[in-house]
């Protein structure tokens, strides 16, 4: 499993498996997201089995599917929104890591003036 920390509150990574559930809580995490959409490849473990096995360690799941190169600002909104409200820190995942990483790129942007939100 690799993990990319990207701040002290938020580390990605690429797919995570359930069993890899159990070795992020005891790195730590105290919630996940998943930026990847179900069925992206077809050996791809859903969200519903990563949730399960989350919730079965004690950590909180959340879904957040972003599809490839089709973030929206809702997206961006939401990712935001979670990084605020759940207790970390949070690993974010998708199929690289990358999508989650552009997430949290956003958010920053946001937060130093470079990207406004819309009105």
Not at 13 to 20: K, L, V
Not at 39 to 45: A, G, I
Not at 49 to 58: H, L, M, R, Y
Request: net charge negative.
């Amino acid at each position: 499993m690799e993990i990319k920390k990207i701040h002290d509150g938020l580390s990605v990574s690429p797919q995570i498996e359930a069993a890899y559930l159990e070795a992020i809580k005891k790195a730590g995490f105290k919630a996940i997201i998943c930026n990847r959409p179900d069925c992206e490849v077809e050996d791809q473990p859903s969200f519903a089995s990563i949730e399960a096995k989350a919730k079965d360690v004690g950590l909180t799941a959340i879904y957040l599917p972003v599809r490839p190169g089709m973030l929206t600002e809702a997206d961006v909104d939401e990712f935001e929104t979670l990084l605020a409200e759940l207790s970390g820190p949070i690993i974010a995942y998708c199929r690289t890591g990358a999508r989650s990483e552009m997430l949290w790129t956003q958010c920053e942007a946001r937060a130093i003036g470079v990207v406004e939100t819309a009105s």
